[in-house]
């Protein structure tokens, strides 16, 4: 979930609050990251993060599962956002692999497991290696799926092959990173996703996954191929900075992104029109802009 600011670049905890219940109740998702990359955490303060979490999880109440990002590049301050996170109210926590500092595959193994057994919360892994610079290797997701808090996977490494072993191997539940990837990912076993674009395509997403986990894989390759458009589309610029556009342009304004990011320019939202028109997600009325502009 991006984290809508106000004019003075505030977090606007009752525009979050207010954002999270719509996308719960009006597009169908049924769990929320709070505090992960789309959501800016490298800019925002520890405290803006306890606080986000815990107007999210007071305004979902049960309809949704609140999920934590607590992951850094630093085991003692990734233990501290976890705890801390868990006295705000979050259900889980998702933990990235450290970035930057390139660690060894046994000293990410070390970081999960110390977060994971820093709070009473189940944890989700992210595996993004063109953003952290290091991917998680099939031994470290073996050892990591020992600890019985460890349960489930954001996989964004784009490798089917290798996704669809560790999932036999270790059990773990694996949800797409790649919002275009969803459908192939649950080909080989994946079970669902935490998107980008989602914030405008839950009702869609939602439905492909529906139908392929009822068998209609005909229905689910006709929504993959409708949606496609905006799942590609979010991310011709850095994913917050178009979901932020989306959102102001269906009407639900979540304010402007913290530097170093920019917000979209003209060029950026003609584009994001054109593509949020092919996914079937304008109405005609906003759809005519795309002429008129």
Partial sequence: MVTPFGVAGEVDLAAAADLARYLVDEQGNDGLVINGTTGEAPTTTDAEKADLVRVVAEAVGDRAVVVAGVGTFDTVHSIHLAQQAEK???????????????????????????????ADLPVMLYDIPHRTGTAIAAATFARAAENPRIV??????????????????????????????????????????VGTSTHVSGVGAKAMIEAYERGDV??????????????????????????????????RPAGSVRPPLLDADDHEISHLRQDLHAAGLLTPEQAALITAH
């Fill in 88 to 118: 705000a109210g979050a259900d889980g926590l998702l933990v990235v692999t450290p970035y930057y500092s390139k660690p060894p595959q046994a000293g990410i193994a070390a970081h999960f497991a110390s977060i994971a057994d820093a």
């Fill in 218 to 251: 005909a229905e689910a390759l006709r929504l993959h191929r409708q949606l496609l458009p905006i799942f590609t589309g979010i991310f011709k610029a850095q994913g917050v900075v178009l979901v932020k556009a989306a959102l102001t342009l269906l009407g």
């Fill in 152 to 193: 489930a996977v954001k996989d964004a490494k784009l490798d089917l092959e290798f996704s669809s072993a560790v999932m036999a191997e270790t059990g773990l539940a694996f949800y797409c990173g790649t919002d275009a990837m969803t459908l192939p990912l649950l080909s080989v076993g994946g079970i669902g996703v």
